[in-house]
């Protein structure tokens, strides 16, 4: 492929919105085109990167025995009303009417749809376990979409859904994704850690998420040489959070009263507002000396169901008030925790008393299914709450090894969902008695997308993007040095059909630019081996130079195919 005719708008200077090193280099190198903010065109060569992502992943499920299909994006309001999703999920969502007043959203995530779907085909066990995938679109409207295609407004995302008639069912297909993920991380040249999405310091095994370690990382993972890896709960937004409201004080003075409401301080730090929770809730178990504890509550719009809240408040589960957790007892549905209706101000006690004011407005529907009706404004001591101690580095963990920080960008997330959708969806099968269960479910994502960041993040150097050869755009970058020069062009034309035959994939420099244009270009690109063709080419002979290594060595031109072997 010849670089004049391909659309690879590159820059020499960096994007003055950029901050992440991949935002940078992806959108110099011209793979990437903001259309507007957190919405990406993908210029020919992300598309290709893009491309070979999704033939990894669509091995590797065929691999598991999950199966592609497509589910529109356009999704009708009312599937998402019987879940109590709509509400939840709120402004999230990006919703739209038709010229009939009908009302839909842009898919976030497509649990109704293959649920809906699966209800209407499948009625018996013998079909079970059935693993469905889709590699689609997926709109969301993120407060802050940043650091280029890392968080999108609209994104690439593989979603699979697996579906069974027991327990049993649903660990095959959930482990056989696992292996799946492990693999396209794996393929994907990606450093990664699998980590308990549950809490810092225990965790179910029902939900994980695949996180890169890198710097840009909005993720804190606290490991262990030990093989120990969890999530620390967005603690950036907690702490930044905390030091702009906390101030000390005594039981029932309130440090701020009234200051900061959870929507300034989102806005403030960029965060969502279901970070902000989670944050929240992860900082009234902490009390650290330099912190007051904070606590926001839910307080729904419907009824109270004071029952339940006080039931989780007791629990010591709800310490680590993950989503989990807060699903679990509070008998909201996953994803509730993702931006909720919370309007009251954060109020700061002193010590170690906390005030809990949350208002959560998740999960109502008509048929009165599944709310989280937290209201409860009521002052009680940190430690009712057990051992709230922060986890610090250094620290001796579980598993007898020092515990370790690190950033990381969640690249993947697989979860045992259970019978909540099919409840509620009323997705039904007979099992081998005859009798008619709810299906077990099971969810699985990557961010197809966000993966090329995560891979940019990891390998790009100051010079430009670095790509593993298994994803790179092309396996082989010639550069005619002249490219005025018939003998030149001739070898690279020459060079560039050798390897094609040879299977390889193959671009070609032959603007007629600088070669210090052209060379500051390839390395901004990425691709795993170039080819220079200059002043020995009369002597049939080209340099290779490795992108990653920067190593370089002559090779006569009837070697090369080998060399690059
Ligand atoms: P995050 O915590 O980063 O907001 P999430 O937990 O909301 O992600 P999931 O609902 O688990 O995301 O979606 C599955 C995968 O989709 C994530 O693991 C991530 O790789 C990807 N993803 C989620 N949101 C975005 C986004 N805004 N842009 C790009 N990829 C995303
Ligand atoms: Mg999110
Ligand atoms: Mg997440
Ligand atoms: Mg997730």
């Known amino acids: 492929m010849k670089q004049s005719k391909l659309l690879i708008p590159t820059k ?24 507007s903010a957190g919405v990406w065109a993908y210029l020919p060569l992300a598309y290709r990167v893009i491309r070979k992502v999704k033939g990894i992943i669509q091995e590797e499920m065929e691999k598991a025995g999950a199966y592609e299909m497509e589910t529109p994006s356009m999704l009708p309001a009312d599937l998402w009303r019987q879940t109590g999703r709509y509400e939840a999920y709120g402004d999230t969502l990006y919703k739209f009417k038709d010229h009939n007043d009908r009302e839909y959203i842009l898919g976030p995530t497509d649990e109704e749809a293959m649920t809906e779907i699966l209800r209407d085909s499948v009625k018996s066990y013998k079909k079970l376990p059935l693993v469905v995938y889709q590699i689609t679109d997926k709109f969301r409207n993120e407060p802050r979409p940043r650091y280029g295609v890392l968080r999108g407004k609209e994104f690439s995302m593989l979603d699979a859904y697996s579906f069974a008639a027991d327990e049993e069912g649903l660990d095959e297909a959930y482990q056989a ?93 960029g965060v969502d507002q279901g970070q902000m929770i989670k944050s929240m809730l992860y900082m009234a178990k902490m009390g650290e000396d330099d912190y007051q504890p904070v606590m926001v509550l ?24 993950s989503e989990e957790d807060t699903v679990k007892y509070l008998g909201a549905h996953p994803g509730s925790l993702g931006p909720v209706g919370v309007g009251e101000d954060v109020k700061i006690l002193a010590d170690n008393y906390v005030k809990v004011l ?8 008509d048929d009165g299914h599944h ?33 370790k920080f690190t950033n990381g960008i969640e690249i993947g997330h697989i979860f045992k969902l259970g019978t909540g959708y099919s409840k509620k969806l009323g997705a039904q099968v007979l099992d081998k008695n005859g009798r008619l269960v709810d299906m077990i479910m099971g969810c699985y994502g990557i961010g197809v997308t966000r993966m090329l960041s995560a891979v940019a993040e990891q390998n790009a150097d ?33 060079l560039e059909q050798q390897l094609t035959a040879a299977g390889y994939e193959v671009l070609v420099d032959d603007r007629k630019e600088r070669a210090g244009v052209k060379f500051a270009d390839s390395d901004l690109i990425g691709i795993p081996l170039r080819v220079t063709v200059g002043k020995k080419a009369a002597d049939g002979i080209v340099e290779v130079k490795i992108r990653k290594t920067g190593e370089t060595l002559e090779v006569k031109q009837e070697e090369l195919v080998n060399t690059v072997g």
């Open 12 to 35: 020499k200077e960096n994007p003055s919105d950029a901050e992440a090193l991949s935002h940078i280099m992806m959108e110099r190198a011209g793979y990437i085109y903001q259309i």
């Open 177 to 269: 994704q696992a292996k799946a993920y492990h693999n396209i991380f794996d393929r994907a040249g990606l450093h990664y850690k699998v980590i308990l999405a549950d809490s810092g310091t225990i965790g179910g095994d029902n939900s994980q998420e695949f996180s890169a370690p890198a710097e840009i990382g909005e993720d804190v993972i606290v490991y262990t040489d030990g093989g120990y890896a969890a999530n620390l709960e967005k603690a950036t937004a907690k702490f930044d959070a905390v030091q702009q409201t906390a101030e000390p004080g005594k039981l029932e003075k309130k440090a701020t009263p009234g200051a900061h409401t959870v929507d300034e301080a989102c806005a403030s730090l």
């Open 298 to 321: 839910m307080r729904g719009n419907d009824e109270v169901n004071e029952t339940k809240v006080e039931n989780a408040l007791d629990c010591e589960e709800l310490e680590l008030a």
């Open 358 to 365: 949350v208002n959560m407005a998740c999960g109502a529907n």
């Open 371 to 403: 709310y989280v009706n937290a209201n409860i404004d009521r002052d009680f001591r940190v430690d009712q709450f057990g051992d709230f101690r922060n986890v610090q580095e250094g620290e001796i963990a579980p598993d007898g090894y020092p515990i």
């Open 462 to 494: 100051e010079n430009g993007l670095v790509w593993p050869d298994s994803i790179a755009p092309f396996d082989v970058h010639v550069i005619p040095v002249n490219a005025k020069k018939d003998e030149q062009m001739a070898m690279a034309n020459e």
